[in-house]
Nanobody, 120 residues
Framework: QVQLVESGGGLVQPGGSLRLSCAAS????????MAWYRQAPGKQRELVAA???????NYADSVKGRFTISRDNAKNTVYLQMNSLKPEDTAVYYC??????????????WGQGTQVTVSS
């Protein structure tokens, strides 16, 4: 079994910062991709930032220059540093990872989500 556990959400004022963490644990052979998604009320889940296995990153246009994704491979952990937060960043943020549990078996895993609220 593989688990993704997120932390770091909360309430922050506009212009503030938060750092989200997502740690993968369990039977992990390798991690191909780790990413952050978010879902605001009444909206579809959208990609925020992603890290490919090759180390490339990509970001949603709405967060470029404000959010930074990083990872610690030794800890199987991905982070999302969020700066200059705006009310429209309010959403539940989900960690996603494509993980190989053996050399030939891989799956797509999701965290439970962490609420980020940007409000004065």
């Amino acid at each position: 079994q593989v688990q993704l556990v997120e932390s770091g959400g909360g309430l922050v004022q506009p212009g503030g910062s938060l750092r989200l963490s997502c740690a993968a644990s369990g039977r992990i052979f390798s991690i191909n991709r780790m990413a952050w998604y978010r879902q605001a009320p009444g909206k579809q889940r959208e990609l925020v930032a992603a890290f490919s296995s090759g180390g490339n990153t990509n970001y949603a246009d709405s967060v470029k220059g404000r959010f930074t994704i990083s990872r610690d491979n030794a800890k199987n952990t991905v982070y999302l540093q969020m700066n200059s937060l705006k009310p429209e960043d309010t959403a539940v943020y989900y960690c996603n990872a494509q993980i190989r549990t053996t050399a030939t078996i891989s799956g797509d895993y999701w965290g439970q989500g962490t609420q980020v609220t940007v409000s004065s």
